[in-house]
């Protein structure tokens, strides 16, 4: 088997034992190959090994890789996560292309998204970005402002609310990444009462996967760890 491959077989071997290790079904956590800055033959290897959900953070990167996808490989049923920062002058072509955004951070965005996304595909899958290290620099709203923003999601027809998702800061500390995962568990668990269709919990890249499992993650969104480093730092 290839290194990606070999690479994958043990992310979800660690995500199995780290689930059933916390009484959590493994079955229940999707694991999100971020393939930003990656070419299409590393995506290649990735569904030859039976992966087929990505996440990509720029548009016109990602958009190339799907109309590749989608002319040679029409296949495989691939599920494309837009898990970057979205600008509003874009958000047209990612309604028309991905599946999935994970940061909705603002009813102008969702609004658009929701008259953007095509009559004839399924509603658009979003998730509300908390930014839950409260951090200036970053997107994302605060956790005070969750259920307001919901709200204003839940009537939009083309888009379904699935839950939540957050990019902490980094942190090396095991026991300080949970604190801040076991904040989004309960915001998560609060959007779940009021909103059925709520199901994800988008938490947990490479460095950090296993606290984000252990609290209770349902998508993890793993890059370097399956395809190596990336050339330039994002
Ligand atoms: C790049 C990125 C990832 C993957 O990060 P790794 O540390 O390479 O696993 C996950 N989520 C988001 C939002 C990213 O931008």
């Given amino acids: 088997m290839n290194k990606i491959g070999q690479n994958l077989q043990f992310i979800k071997q660690r995500i ?3 689930a059933q290790q916390c009484q959590h079904d493994p079955k229940t956590i999707t694991l999100v190959a971020v393939s930003k ?3 299409v033959a590393d995506i290649e290897q990735a569904i030859m090994a039976g992966q087929f959900d990505f996440g990509e953070n ?26 970057g920062p979205l600008q509003s002058n874009k958000s047209r072509l990612v309604a028309e292309y991905f599946d999935w955004v994970h ?19 399924a509603p658009l899958n979003v998730l509300i970005q908390i930014n839950i290290s409260e951090e200036t620099s970053k997107s994302g709203i605060k956790p005070s402002q969750m259920m307001t923003l919901a709200e204003q999601i839940s009537v939009l027809p083309h888009l379904t609310l699935r839950g939540l998702m957050a990019i902490p800061s980094a942190e090396r500390d095991t026991i300080k990444q949970r604190l801040v995962f076991e904040k989004m568990k309960l915001l998560f668990q609060q959007l779940k009462a009021t909103y059925p269709l709520v199901d994800t919990l988008s938490m947990g890249m490479s460095n950090d996967m296993t606290s984000a499992i252990q609290c ?19």
């Fill in 216 to 234: 209770g993650s349902t998508l993890v969104r793993i890059g370097s760890a399956i395809f190596g480093a990336r050339d330039y730092s994002n």
């Fill in 58 to 83: 720029y548009v016109q990167e990602g958009l190339e890789k799907i109309n590749y996808f989608t002319a040679h490989w029409p296949q495989y049923p691939l599920i494309w996560h837009f898990i």
């Fill in 16 to 18: 199995a034992t780290v």
């Fill in 103 to 121: 940061t909705i951070d603002r009813q102008k965005i969702a609004e658009r998204l929701s008259r953007q996304r095509p009559v004839e595909k």
């Fill in 37 to 39: 800055t990656k070419p």
